[in-house]
């Protein structure tokens, strides 16, 4: 089996999107399909079609989230220390040529998420982060050249 690192929220959420498949989604859209059903001919129904392809992507997320969370090896930042960047860390850089700074938590990578500042460890920049500490600068490719960051600081909470 496969093991998957992740914090616990990540996991959480994860866990809290499959019950919400199994017991909210799920029964919606078998509910859809017997509705379908009766208005007759399924050659034609649109209505019927639309519900079995819901149906199909609903079983599939199901199936990949069960897959997750039973392999999740769910890792606490808090127990973590250090001065190294590593999984967990929540790591605080600027960006060397705009002075912007940013903080990211290194996730795993079904908890990514940019928008929150939940960086997948498979990324470009968690890659070139990991094993630094604070004070080295890195440096990342980017679609318009290569982007340098220092390392501001590195919190394991």
Known sequence: ?????MTAPGL??????LRQLRSVERPSVIR??????????LSENAEYHAARERQSFIEGRIAELEEITSGAEVIDPASLSGSHV???????????ETEKEAMYQIVGVHEADIKAARLSISSP???????????ETISVP????????????????
Do not use: N, T, W
């Not at 089996?1 to 690192?5: I, R």
């Not at 920049?125 to 004070?135: S, Y």
């Not at 980017?142 to 909470?157: C, K, W």
């Open 1 to 5: 089996m496969q093991k998957f690192p």
């Open 125 to 135: 920049l968690a890659k070139a982060l990991i094993g630094k500490k604070v004070g």
């Open 86 to 96: 590593k999984f967990g860390a929540h790591v605080k850089l600027v960006d060397e």
């Open 142 to 157: 980017a679609p318009g050249g290569d982007r340098s960051y220092e390392i501001l600081e590195i919190q394991f909470r």
């Open 32 to 41: 859809a399909i017997a509705e379908a059903r009766e208005h007759g001919d």
């Open 12 to 17: 959480q959420r994860l866990e809290d999107e």
